[in-house]
């Protein structure tokens, strides 16, 4: 082997299994395509059962191996039903990445349920359930996979774990982008920034509980990615970027195959920040 296939033999993840949750959404479609192009077998776990099946019609029209199981990540039910489908189908799980969250974006896909973006997302104002709600989805549902996602990895030797947070975890968000002209006042709600820094408390946790157990826990900390966002976002957040725009969906998916490959062995209990600069100001 010369020494350039041995490099990239380290992203290769031929006879790996991978477990995505939110896995049909922006960043976990992008997820799952970038790990079945590496070889791995993936399993698409999200709420939005037509969205995933979807999916997975799409890689495996690529001949690659994918599955998608509807899930809830506030449910143990589900979430062991989850882990034990991918067993089923696959023998092993080697790679749970945790994608599935509420995020209250301001794009044009944007949804208007309560939960996801209850009304102005004033702080004062901010209703419980909404909150209750963020917290079971964003930091209860990594625990419970992570929870049952480790079982089968200890059994089998080891395993890799990969926590999405957020640049909000790292830093209180910047309200003025969310403001305009003439209109009603609005803000990136609370429940956000809280649950990211927890799934980084989370990720420190877990990594160094399974000390010497060869389960790495590492955390990937995305900046702000366009998805149809207006012009006066794109601009007054490209103006916060040290990169001067905002990252396309695809441009985590090397940070992530990084993460969940050989290439990262040494690696656990870190927080690998993929913003364009935002935080380096």
Not at 10 to 17: A, I, T
Not at 204 to 232: C, M, Q, W
Not at 246 to 262: C, I, P, Q, R, Y
Request: charged fraction near 15%; charge should be negative; include cysteine.
């Amino acid at each position: 082997m010369t020494e350039s296939q041995s490099i990239f033999k380290l992203f290769d993840l031929h006879g790996r299994v991978a477990v995505v949750t939110g896995g049909a959404g922006l960043l976990g479609s992008e997820f799952c395509h970038a790990l079945a192009q590496a070889g791995a077998s993936v399993v698409i776990a999200d709420a939005n059962d037509i969205g995933g099946r979807a999916l997975a019609d799409s890689i495996s029209s690529q001949d690659r191996q994918a599955l998608a199981i509807e899930t809830d990540v506030t449910h143990p039910a589900s979430v062991s039903a989850l882990v034990s489908a991918t067993l089923d189908a696959f023998g092993r799980l080697d790679i749970l990445v945790n994608s599935a969250a509420l995020d209250p974006k301001f794009d044009p896909q944007q949804t208007t349920a309560t939960a996801q973006r209850p009304g102005s997302g004033e702080f004062e104002s901010f209703p419980l359930q909404a909150w209750n709600l963020a917290l079971e989805v964003n930091l209860t549902g990594a625990f419970l996979c992570c929870q049952a996602a480790v079982v089968p990895m200890l059994k089998q030797g080891g395993g890799v774990i990969v926590n999405l947070s957020s640049i909000y975890g790292l830093a209180g968000p910047d309200q003025r982008l969310y403001q305009r002209p003439g209109q009603p006042s609005q803000y990136k709600p609370v429940y956000y920034s809280v649950t990211k820094a927890g799934i980084l408390g989370l990720t420190h946790y877990l990594a160094t509980y399974f000390a010497g157990k060869n389960i790495r826990v590492n955390a990937l900390s995305p900046g702000g990615v366009y998805n149809g966002h207006d012009e006066d976002f794109v601009q007054s957040y490209a103006a916060r970027a040290v990169m001067g725009r905002m990252a396309e969906k695809d441009e985590m998916n090397g940070a992530l195959l990084f993460l969940v490959s050989d290439a990262s062995a040494y690696m656990t209990g870190a927080n690998l920040v993929v913003d364009g600069g935002w935080t380096a100001w």
